[in-house]
């Protein structure tokens, strides 16, 4: 069965640090997807990662194919960041299966 | 359109009311993806399309479930006879499927809010 782990499941860190999630998951999934959820309720992919590593202004996502893991971490953390980020791993048939989600609280 | 874009954005429903959404995905994605999202945090993927095919309906219920993307129209989720439990958000997503790196990548419409009084 495809599974998708992720931890913490929820973080609160003071503006500026240094954000790291954490994904495992299992064989069979051949890409991963970083989402963030607002508060509001709606999604926005952040990364697709088949390989290596990817990033976006203060966001970077790595992925270790041979640990079936990936990270997503964020610099200089800032209140906006606030919000929910889940990891979705992508199945041979483009079905995701989602982790659980890590609840971000960034304090000013 | 450049987003994915789902109608309507609520639906309140009495158990046993049918329910029906509608998804129109991003020009030039042939992939099409329903999720439920139950509570907070738990998504359940339910069916997808690749054009207006069947693409892979392992996570539809058996009963009162049913979808279609027909040519020329948004694609459709329809509950019939709802249940409490089928209060949720549902998702729609679209991707192109390239097979090219990237292009499986899936971009998310706002949702619908169906709640089953």
């Known amino acids: 069965k495809n599974e998708v782990e992720q931890s913490p499941q929820n973080l609160t860190a003071q503006e500026g640090e240094f954000i790291t999630i954490n994904c495992s998951y299992s064989v069979g999934i051949s890409a991963l997807h970083w989402l963030q959820q607002h508060p509001g309720g709606g999604i926005v992919s952040l990364f697709m990662?088949?390989?290596?590593?990817k990033k976006h202004g203060r966001l970077i996502a790595t992925i270790n194919i041979q640990e079936k893991h990936s990270s997503l971490h964020i610099t200089a953390s800032h209140p906006r960041d606030s919000a929910v980020y889940i990891c979705a791993g992508m199945d041979s048939n483009y079905q995701l299966i989602w982790g659980a989600g890590t609840k971000l609280i960034i304090k000013p | 359109g450049e987003e994915v874009a789902q109608t309507p954005k609520h639906l309140v429903r009495g158990e046993g009311q049918k329910a029906k959404l509608y998804c129109a995905p991003i020009k030039g994605h042939s992939y099409v993806f329903w999720y439920q999202q139950v509570l907070k945090n738990e998504f359940k993927f339910l069916i997808s399309?690749?054009?207006?095919?069947?693409?892979?309906e392992t996570g539809m219920p058996k009963e009162r479930f049913s979808a279609k993307c027909l040519p020329n129209s948004p694609c459709s989720l329809e509950i019939q006879a709802t249940k409490l439990e089928d209060s949720a958000v549902y998702f729609c997503a679209s991707s192109q499927n390239t097979g090219l790196a990237g292009g499986n990548e899936q971009f998310f419409g706002p949702g619908t809010r169906l709640t089953v009084l």
């Open positions: 399309f690749q054009n207006e095919n069947v693409f892979d």
């Open positions: 990662l088949s390989s290596g590593k």
